[in-house]
C-alpha cells in the first residue's frame, strides 16, 4: 500500500523559513512534487523532483525562494521554504507520479493528506 506521509508544516512570521518532509512507502516512483491549495483557490503547482534522474522545476511564484531535494535511501523528499511570503499560506501536499516528469509535474497517482502553512505578516 502506498503512502505519502508530510511534516514540517505551521506558522511562520514573513521572511522567515519552514521546511517540509514527504515519507513515501509502498513503492519507488518516477517524480515527486508538492503542490499547494489555498482558502477559495485550485490546487496548484510548486515543485517536482525526478527520482532516478536529477532534474527539478519549480513555479515561478516559488522559483528562487524554495528548493525540492530527495533523499533516496530514505525514501523521502523535502521542500525548504524561504523567505515566506503571506500568499504562500495554503495546505501543501506531497505527490507522486509513476511517471517521470523533465518538466512541470502536471499529474500524481499518489497524494498525501497535507500539510498547513501559515505564514503572518
Known amino acids: 500500500q502506498v503512502q505519502l506521509a508530510e511534516s514540517g508544516g505551521g506558522l511562520v512570521q514573513a521572511g522567515g523559513s519552514l521546511r517540509l518532509s514527504c515519507a513515501a512507502s509502498?513503492?519507488?516512483?518516477?517524480?515527486m512534487g508538492w503542490f499547494r491549495q489555498a482558502p477559495g483557490k485550485e490546487r496548484e503547482f510548486v515543485a517536482n523532483?525526478?527520482?532516478?534522474?536529477?532534474?527539478?522545476y519549480y513555479a515561478d511564484s516559488v522559483k528562487g525562494r524554495f528548493t525540492i531535494s530527495r533523499d533516496n535511501a530514505k525514501n523521502t523528499v523535502s521542500l525548504q521554504m524561504n523567505s515566506l511570503k503571506p500568499e504562500d499560506t495554503a495546505v501543501y501536499y506531497c505527490?507522486?507520479?509513476?511517471?517521470?516528469?523533465?518538466?512541470?509535474?502536471?499529474?500524481?497517482?499518489?497524494w498525501g493528506q497535507g500539510t498547513q502553512v501559515t505564514v503572518s505578516s
Open positions: 509502498g513503492r519507488t516512483f518516477g517524480s
Open positions: 505527490a507522486a507520479s509513476l511517471a517521470t516528469y523533465y518538466g512541470r509535474m502536471t499529474s500524481a497517482n499518489y
Open positions: 523532483i525526478g527520482w532516478s534522474v536529477s532534474t527539478t
